[in-house]
C-alpha cells in the first residue's frame, strides 16, 4: 500500500513496548512518515493521535513501483492506522524505485511550469533521500509518550537525524549491529589523543584560527557520463569520469559511490566540518540528457567543494575515491574506510591547534556568533533564492510571451501597410517589420538568459543553501560539549567526574571551538570566493544582455528613415 | 435610481406609440442604456426582452450626484424594467455632476492599478460623453419591433448615433426643432452646387487625387491651461491658450468650445473627412493637474491633426476658432457656422475634382478597398492597444516589484555578510549592496519607462482608434450612395428619377469617389508620417533605455575585485 521496505536484520521485539517481530528478508509496510529531529524532539508532537506500530528494526527500503504512473507515495500521510507489516510483494530484484513527488522544495508548483528552474529537491516531497546502499533505521512507536522515553534511549547513542525546513530528510547510516559511540562527552572524556600522520593542525592566521592549507590545492573534473550496465543488462547506471589535478588519471564512479563518499565524509568530518548533501536522487528518468548534465554539474560543485577543503582534501577516504588504482584497491579502502573509528566527535581527538586554550566563555561567544550568523545567512540565501526563482518563471513565461505579442502586432500592423495600395510606404513597413522581429528575437533572448545568469546564481545559492543547512547541527555538536563543560562543577560535586577530567573538558571544548573557528574561517574564506564570483558572473551576463537587446533594437531603429 | 436627465423641451406623446409626454424642465429617469448605431441599427437585438418606455424627447443629462461614494451607473444596467419617469430630486442648479464608472474601454480593471495606463475612455464606463452643451436625443422605445421602424424614421432626418466598440457612445447634436437635410441623394439630385470660394478642388498627384494642400502647413500650440470661473466662483473651468502659428496670437478656449469646434467639423465634413472625437470628457477631479495635462496633450494632438487636413485647416469655422478676436468676433462667428447649410452630405457640391468621371463600378471597388483597409488597420491597432496595456501593467507593476526584490535581497545578504565579523570582506559587500542598489534603480528605471515610449505609442494607436472609428460612417455615406447609383435604371424605369438625373447621380457618385480617395490619401500620407516617427520615437527610447541599464550595470560589476 504505502512504502516497502526489505528487513535486513533479525529483530525480536521486547514485550510491552509495542515493538515487532521482523526477520531478514522480510518485506514491511510503512504506513507513516516519521519526522523526528533527534536532537530536539519537538516534531514528535505533530504526531499526537496518530496510532504507529513500533519496530526497531533496520529495513532496506523498497519502493513499491507504481505502474499506473501515480505517486506510491502520495498514500503515505493517508493512511496512518494501517498496520505495520505485511507481505505484500515487493521488487523481485529488491532494488530502488520510485517517482518524485508532486512536492517541490522550492514551496511553488514548478512542476506546472516545465521551465521554471529545477532546483535541487526536485524530489524532496519524498519522506527521505533513497540511497541506495543507506541503512534507515525506522523507529515507530504506538504511544506517542513513549516518544521521548525512546528518543532518550537514542539519543544517547548519538545517532543522529537531520530534517531540513522542506522536509527532506537525510538519514545518517546506521552502523548495525554497533552504535558508533561518539556523544561529546565522548571525546570530551576520552584517554587517548591521535598522535602522527592523522593530526589535523590549526594555526594562526590573519584572520584568526585556520586550517592547514596545501600548498597546491586539489581539484577534479567531473565530465563524461557514460552508461554502464550489470547484472546482464538488467541493471543500468550512469558512470562519472573523474580526473584529479594531481594524478590526471581518470576514475569511474557511479552515483551510489560518491553517496557512500558522502556517508562516509559525514560520518567521519560531519561533527567539525559541515558535509553539504549531494544533489538529489532522481529515480524516475534518471537517464534523460538533461537530468545528467544536471547532476554531473552539481556532483562536479559538490567535488570541487570538498576538494577546496584541506581536512577533506587530504583525508584517506577522499583520496582513495579519487586514486584508486583498481577494483581491488577500491574495495580494500572501501572496507578500511567503513572500519575507520575515529568518526563522529572522536574526530576532534586529531585536532591540534598551536594556540593558547581559551576561555569557556569565549567559547560560547564564538559558538553563538557563528550561530546567528549562519542562521542569518541561510535566511538571506532563501531570499535570494525565493526571488531568483519568481524571476525566472516571468522570465521563462510571461515576460517573452509579451514582446512576442508585441513582435507580432507590429509586423500585424507593417502587413497591413502593405496591403493599402499606397505607394512608397516600402521603408516604413520593411522597418516596422523588422522591429516586429526584433521584438521577437528579445522575447527569445529574455527566455534564454536566466540559464546564462540566473542559474549560476542560484545554483552557488542553492548549494550554501545545502552548506548551511549543516551547520545547525555541526554547530549542535560544540553547544553539547560547551553544555558538558558548564556543570563541570555540578558533576565533580557529584563525583561524576574527577577534578583532573574537569580540567580536561575546558581544555578539549576549546580545541573544537578552535576547530570551528578554522572551519567558519575557511567557509568565510570561500564564500566570499564564490559570491565574488558569482556576482560579477551575474552582472557579466546581465550587461551583455542588455547590450545586446541594445544593439538589437539600435539596428531596428535605423532602418527607419528620418523626416 | 439610475441617470436622471432634465427635460430640454416639451414632447407630446402620441397615442399607440408608448411614447411619453414631458414638460420642459422635468426630471425623468433613464432606466436603461440604449446602444444603437443608427446607421445599422444592429445594436438593437440585443436590448431583446427588455421593457423600455419610449419618449422622443431633448434631455439635459443630470447624473443624480451619489453623495456616498457609490457609482451612480452601477445601477444603469442592473434595473432593466424600471419605469422612464419619475419626479425624483434632480441636482438643484441642474448642472452636471457624475462619476467615472467602474468599466474602462481598455478591457481590464485599470482602476486596480492605478499605474495602469490611463488612455482615453477613462470614464467611458459611462453610457455617452457628457458633454455641458449637448442636446442628447434619447428614444426610448418599449417594443423592440417599433425600434426599427423610429430607426429608420430617424435616419431619414439624418441625425447619427456613433458607438464605439467599447460602448463608448457620442451623439451628434440634435437640433430642434429641424433636422438637417443631408441625405445621400440630397446631394446626388440636387440642383445647385457650389461655386467660387467655397470650393474643394481635387487635384491628380502622384499617389493618385489629393486635395488642395496650403503651401505653409497651418499649425498650433496648445498650452497653457488655466483655471477660470464665472458665475461668481459657482462654476469653474479650464481655460486653454491656443496659438496658431499663423498669427502667433494666442486665443483662449474651454473644453466645451472644442467640443462646438469637433460638432461644427463633424457636421459640416464627416460625410467627406473623419473627423476624430475629442478626448474623453472627465466628469470627476476634472482639476486634477495630471488630467488637465493628459487632455491638454490629446487636445494637442487633435488640433494638429486638423490643422495639417487641408480642407479643415482652410475652413472658416476652424480659422474662427483658432483667430478670432475678440469676444463679438466669436459669438458673430460662432452664430454664422451654426447656421452653414453646406453640411452633411452637402459638402460634396463644393468638391470639384480636376478628373474625368469615374467608373461607378471602379468607385464601388475602391469604396469596398478602403473599407477591407480601415477594417485591417483597426483590428491591428487595436492588438497594439491591447499588448501595450499589458506591457504597461507589467512594466509599472510585478516587474519593477520584482527587480526591487532582487536588489534588497543583494542588499541583505550584504549586510549579513557585514556581520560576519571576518576581515576584509568591505569589497564584496560594498560591491553587493552597491548591485543590489543598483538593481532598486533598475526597478525605478523599469517602472518610469513606459511614461517615456510605450505612452507615445498608446497615444498614436490611440488617436488612430479613434479616427479609424470614424470610417464606417464615412464609408457609409459612400455606401449608400453607390447603391442609390446602382438602382438608377429601376428608379428610371419606374419613373422615380429622369434619365438624366441618373447621369447626373453616376457623376456626383464620381465627385464623392474623388474626395473619399483624396481623403484615403491624406490619411496614408498622415499614417506613414505618424507611425514612421512614433515607431523612431519608441525604438530611441528603447535603446536609451537597455543602453541606461547596461551601464549602471557595468558599474556595479566593475566594483567587484577580479580573481
Known sequence: LCAQAQVLYDFTAEPGNNELTVKEGE???????????????????????????????????????????????????ADPSAGASNNSASNPDGTQTGR?????????AAQGHPQAYQGPGKNTGLPFSLNSSL?????ILSVPGLWNMSCRLFLSTDTSFQISPHHHVSVLPFRFPGFSKSGPELYLLCKQIAKGKDKLPIYMGEVGPVWLYPESQLD????????????????????????????????????????WLYERLL??????????????KQVTGRFEEEFIKMRMERLQGWMSRMCRHPVIASSEVFQLFLTYKDEKDWKTGK???????????????????????????????????????????DDGVKEILTVGHEHWKRCTGPLPKEYQRIGKAFQNLSSVFTSSGYQGEETLTDAMTAAG??????????????KKDLHFLMETNNEYKGLLGCFPDTIGVHKA?????????KLVATNKITPQEKVTMAKRVSTMSYALQAEMNHFHSNRIYDYNRVMQLYLEEQVKFYETIAAKLRQAHSQFTTM
Open 27 to 77: 518485506t514491511v509496510t510503512i504506513t507513516n512518515q516519521v519526522s523526528c529531529s533527534l536532537s530536539a524532539c519537538n516534531t514528535v508532537k505533530s504526531l499526537n493521535s496518530t496510532v504507529i506500530v513500533s519496530i526497531y528494526t533496520v529495513l532496506r527500503l523498497t519502493l513499491q513501483a507504481n505502474s499506473n504512473g501515480n505517486d506510491p507515495w502520495s498514500a503515505w500521510n
Open 100 to 108: 518524485a513527488a508532486a512536492g517541490d522544495s522550492w514551496g511553488v
Open 135 to 139: 541503512l534507515l533505521l525506522f523507529i
Open 220 to 259: 577534479c573534473v567531473v565530465a563524461d557520463p557514460k552508461k554502464g550496465s550489470k547484472m546482464y543488462g538488467l541493471k543500468s547506471y550512469i558512470e562519472y569520469q573523474i580526473t584529479p589535478n594531481t594524478t590526471n588519471r581518470p576514475v569511474n564512479h557511479r552515483y551510489k559511490h560518491f553517496d
Open 267 to 280: 560520518d567521519k568530518f560531519g561533527s567539525a566540518i559541515p558535509i553539504p548533501s549531494l544533489p538529489d
Open 335 to 377: 572496507r578500511k574506510a567503513e572500519k575507520d573509528e575515529t568518526v563522529g566527535v572522536m574526530i576532534f581527538t586529531t585536532i591540534e591547534p598551536e594556540a593558547a586554550d581559551l576561555d569557556p566563555i569565549e567559547v560560547e561567544q564564538k559558538c553563538e556568533q557563528f550561530n546567528r550568523f549562519t542562521k542569518a545567512m
Open 437 to 450: 522581429k526584433t521584438y521577437e528575437e528579445i522575447a527569445q533572448l529574455v527566455a534564454e538568459q536566466p
Open 481 to 489: 560539549a560547551i553544555d558538558k563543560v558548564k556543570e563541570g562543577d
